[in-house]
């Protein structure tokens, strides 16, 4: 029941993103320049570890520090972004999380290995109600990768796909200084 009421919630609180998106000015972020970002990584990590047990998530979080951003929202992309890995790509291969921090930029990557994505999916996979695959069992409105994208626009950042034979990867940049 728990498990349920979690997804409910999840799936309304897509709604309301995506309504806010649509009809109003776009996300409203709360950055900080004194925003510690690794511990919401990590939390989101620890709780999707725990929903997955048995699959892998390799994680390097590879910066300290501050990062003036709204970690909130880019906790909410990075759990949206890991929990899809875990549901659409190998289940016997890790998924990998890998964030870092250069002078000019933070990057957060999400990777799985597993089918590509097609390239008529790929082309649409950045608008709402679009999903990268139609199983039956799938759950959700496919707004999620929609909300993603438009967190990444409000860090004035991007975010963008490869999937190949190899894997999948999402990327999300943003610059430190605006």
């Not at 996300?27 to 511990?39: M, V």
């Not at 620890?46 to 520090?65: H, K, M, S, V």
């Not at 951003?69 to 016997?92: F, V």
């Amino acid at each position: 029941m728990q498990s349920s009421v979690g997804r409910m919630s999840r799936l309304i609180d897509d709604v309301l993103d995506f309504a806010r998106g649509r009809l109003g000015g776009g996300f409203i972020l709360e950055r900080g320049a004194e925003t510690n970002l690794k511990p919401a990584l990590e939390q989101v990590i620890g709780e999707l570890q725990t929903a997955y047990p048995d699959r892998e998530i390799a994680a390097a979080l590879r910066f300290d520090g501050v990062i003036d951003c709204d970690p909130a929202r880019i906790a909410q992309m990075a759990s949206n972004l890991i929990a899809n890995a875990l549901r659409h790509g190998a289940e016997d291969g890790p998924v990998i999380v890998d964030a870092h921090r250069s002078p000019d930029y933070f990057e957060l990557s999400v990777s799985n290995s597993g089918e590509p994505i097609p390239p008529e999916i790929m082309a649409e996979l950045f608008k709402p109600f679009v999903r990268a695959s139609a199983r039956s069992h799938q759950q959700g409105l496919g707004l999620g990768l929609y909300i993603c994208a438009q967190i990444a626009k409000a860090h004035a950042g991007t975010l963008d796909v490869i999937s190949t034979s190899e894997g999948t990867r999402f990327r999300f940049r943003m610059p430190l200084t605006l």
